[in-house]
């Protein structure tokens, strides 16, 4: 059997999900965030040397990473479910968006909400210049790209249910976590597509049973 090692308020939430649409029987192990720094505790660096979530422990060994997971989840139990398409044009949105979500659209969303606590940390008499500072170096780059990758797929699930057919996939669990941050956030008010669709798969039985088992998750 599969284990599942879950770290709250994190990007495993969505492998519980895609287990659960899966039918998949696993076990789950739950880890806390440490408190003062929001990391993982130390002892998930014993189920794999980088100490994040997700990890799942399989008979071949750990793999890490939200997107390794999902494509070795769909491959092996998929069957019928969330399978990756075999027509070319779904297919290549659906590669697109399995990687757009950490490679684009993650990393701009962490360095923003990083800049924004970042501030909130500065000594008061050092607020106003590391403030502009911050965000200078916020809007020279992260915001913009932000922006620009968040209209796209609001363009994009405008005129689409899910991102790859007429069914959910791999990339729709890749592309939830993000998402969900950005709604939960207070950020989605601009984004009606988006927060439609993330209100939609939180409506779906498995999501819900996944969120059961999870625990704390500020983002549902």
């Not at 990473?65 to 969330?82: C, M, P, Q, T, W």
């Not at 970042?118 to 922006?147: E, F, W």
């Amino acid at each position: 059997m599969i284990t599942v090692h879950h770290l709250n308020n994190s990007r495993s939430q969505r492998i519980l999900w895609l287990l659960e649409e899966l039918g998949v029987d696993y076990r789950l192990e739950t880890y806390q965030r440490d408190p003062q720094t929001g990391l993982a505790p130390a002892q998930m660096k014993a189920i794999h040397p980088l100490g994040r979530s997700p990890v799942l422990t399989t008979e071949f060994g750990a793999l890490a990473e939200s997107g390794a997971i999902v494509s070795y989840l769909v491959k092996r139990y998929g069957n019928d479910k969330f399978q990756v398409p075999t027509d070319t044009q779904l297919y290549l949105q659906y590669e697109f968006w399995l990687h757009f979500a950490e490679g684009s659209l993650m990393p701009p969303r962490v360095a923003s909400l990083v800049f924004s606590r970042a501030k909130d940390k500065v000594p008061m008499l050092l607020k106003p210049l590391a403030g502009k500072i911050l965000d200078g170096i916020a809007d020279a780059y992260y915001r913009p790209n932000l922006a620009q990758s968040l209209k796209y797929t609001e363009s994009y699930l405008a005129n689409h249910e899910w991102f790859a057919g007429a069914e959910p996939t791999g990339a729709d669990v890749q592309m939830l976590f993000p998402l969900e941050t950005l709604v939960a956030g207070g950020d989605g008010s601009d984004y009606p597509a988006i927060c439609a669709y993330v209100n939609r798969i939180h409506r779906r039985p498995a999501y819900i049973r996944a969120l059961e088992k999870g625990g704390q998750y500020d983002y549902a």
